[in-house]
């Protein structure tokens, strides 16, 4: 890793000021990404440029459809890019070859999903010493078992996903994204499949990975409770960024996320030029 960062950096070369400050856990550049090609093309990110400073927790928010996973995915070297620059953790992403790629995301990246991912025929223990053997290495019992009982789960090692509530599973997929004590943890929607109190479980520990070991996270969710677990909100809309909230509270939020709605775009849009929006209630009913 140490060679890569240097290399990202040019070594004792004189260069420009660099593009991402050393705080930045994650910096993106103007990111656009693009699936498909010609007249199935969809710009799916579109010049997102982004700092996520180390040991803080960020949410990411906007409507479905919005570039949220792409903007995780690109962040977390699962995908590439068609423009711009992501670094992490200081280190270039273009610059890596598929193989440094693979490596980074097993050591420095860890993931967690909505849908937990868990490999059923394990045990969570040995869920959780997947990505240590992936990374070629013989996971002590000690270090998993020390990882589960952070995540609030000692004694359960021994029990498979199945036998695990959908909270406990998430638990275990989180120790899994923690092992390697990666540098970022993302997570995509990791409270979606969860009730609500399972999830404020779920935000806790999270917010406690961040304030007492100084984790870096950044969690996409649609709910704005789970936002506010954050110490910032960035909003995306059509794949471009869409401001941010510090200190985010739920009511504010929910207030900024309603105005991002396409719907609410489209009822202005239509409104006559120099009136007041009608046809709208207080409550944001439509009267017919
Ligand atoms: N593999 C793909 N191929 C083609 N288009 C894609 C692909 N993945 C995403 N898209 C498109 O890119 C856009 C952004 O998708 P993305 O999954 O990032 O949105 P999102 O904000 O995560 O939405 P949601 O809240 O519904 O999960 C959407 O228009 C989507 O249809
Ligand atoms: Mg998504």
Redesign the pocket.
Known sequence: MEKLEQRARGGDEVLPAPSAPDSSAVALRDVRKV??RRAAA?T?LDGVTLDIDRGTFVAVM?P????????LQCAAGLDRPSAGEVFLDGVDLRRLSENELTMLRRERIGFVFQSFNLVPALSAELNVALPLRLAGRRPRRREVRDVLAAVGLAGRGRHRPAELSGGQQQRVAIARALVTRPAVLFAD?PTGALDTRTGRDVLTLLRELVDVDGQTIVM?T?DPVAASYADRVAF?VD?RAAGELLDPDPATVAARLAGLEPDRHEADRHEPDGHEPVGLEPGGEKLR
């Open positions: 699936y498909g969809v799916a906007g479905s459809g919005s570039g949220k996973s792409t903007l929607e996409v649609h995306l794949g």
